[in-house]
């Protein structure tokens, strides 16, 4: 983060590659929020020494919208400046947690084609390396999707031609929406 490369650039600036995290989360806010904050700029990260900067988007919380604008914004100028940009692409969203009939909860937000669709966005906004959690489980839209509802679009081939259950195929699927792996990819979590 700006706060901890700014003590110490100096020392490593151009010597070893590193990346500023030019957004966050304000923990201290009660309950939290999935409510990422720019704490410095695309300029400052470049006069730190920084080869690359990095951000996170809460796609699906009440504030990706604003997170969205300003994490283009950035890339864009970090890409003026010859810098490579790295985005968390991150699910938050309560309804993404749905109770079946059987009383148990399903975790959609390492859902393939929910992922999958945040990965997509995050490459338009010229995203050079996407983070993506390990995905679990497909179906999120089809969840989502029910009695009088409607969320997002699918297309059936989602769950039948383009994925399986399989663990690979459901990554698969994430690294497809990297527009055919022309943006790295980097999952963490899982088993």
Not at 106 to 116: N, P, R
Request: hydrophobic share 35%; glycine share 10%; aromatic share 10%.
């Amino acid at each position: 983060t700006f706060g901890n490369l700014g003590s110490l650039s100096r020392k490593y600036a151009h010597k070893i590659p590193f990346m500023v995290k030019i957004n966050h989360n304000e923990l201290l806010t009660y309950p939290n929020k999935a409510e990422q904050i720019m704490y410095g700029t695309i300029r400052e990260a470049w006069n730190l020494g920084a080869a690359a900067v990095g951000a996170t988007i809460y796609f699906g919380s009440d504030q990706s919208g604003r997170q969205i604008v300003e994490v283009a914004q950035a890339f864009a100028h970090a890409h003026e400046m010859g810098m490579a940009t790295v985005l968390w692409c991150y699910l938050r969203n309560n309804a993404f947690k749905i109770k079946g009939a059987d009383g148990k909860s399903t975790d959609y937000h390492v859902s393939t084609d929910l992922t999958g669709q945040a990965n997509h966005l995050g490459v338009t906004l010229q995203a050079d390396i996407i983070k993506q959690k390990l995905p679990e489980n497909n179906g999120g839209f089809k969840a989502l999707n029910t009695g009088s509802s409607s969320y997002g679009k699918l297309d059936e081939k989602i769950y039948t031609e383009l994925t399986s259950d399989h663990p690979i195929d459901l990554c698969r699927y994430q690294v497809a929406n990297c527009y055919m792996g022309r943006a790295g990819l980097i999952n963490s979590g899982g088993e």
